[in-house]
């Protein structure tokens, strides 16, 4: 799912690209979600308060695997805008190594406007699963 030749700002810039193409939000919306459907299957066995990301208002789960120099991340949600944001986070996070994860910054949510249309709960669940990312990397870092 993510371009490992790509950088993390490169993504950001790719996704600020993709999302000026649409006029309005509902377009935007439409999008993510499709993103969100793109997400590969999740197993069913990792649906567990384990790897549940507490803080947001769905439920979002999220698996790290591999180690400090490459770390990879699946995730999904039982909601469709959110399965989409999770799309995004992984395109910027998954695949790079946990020093580039922690060091990055999502400057893409406030390139598309995200910040300005998501609900509070879906901002603060989105707050919350890249701050689980960043801990999974800086624990990989030791």
Not at 98 to 106: F, G, K, N, R, Y
Request: a negative charge; one cysteine or more; hydrophobic letters at 45%.
């Amino acid at each position: 799912m993510t371009d490992t030749t790509q950088t993390a700002h490169d993504a950001q810039q790719q996704i600020a690209e993709e999302f000026g193409f649409f006029s309005d939000w509902t377009e935007r919306y439409q999008y993510l979600i499709d993103l969100g459907k793109q997400l590969p299957a999740f197993p069913e066995a990792s649906k567990t308060d384990e790897w549940r990301v507490h803080g947001c208002q769905s439920m979002v789960w999220l698996v790290p695997s591999g180690d400090a120099a490459k770390m990879h991340f699946d995730a999904a949600s039982d909601s469709a805008i959110v399965s989409g944001l999770l799309a995004l986070l992984l395109r910027v996070y998954s695949d790079r190594s946990a020093a580039d994860i922690v060091a990055t910054e999502p400057e893409f949510i406030q390139a598309i406007g995200l910040a300005k249309h998501l609900s509070p709960t879906r901002s603060n669940g989105l707050a919350a699963t890249l701050a689980k990312i960043k801990s999974y990397a800086a624990a990989a870092l030791g």
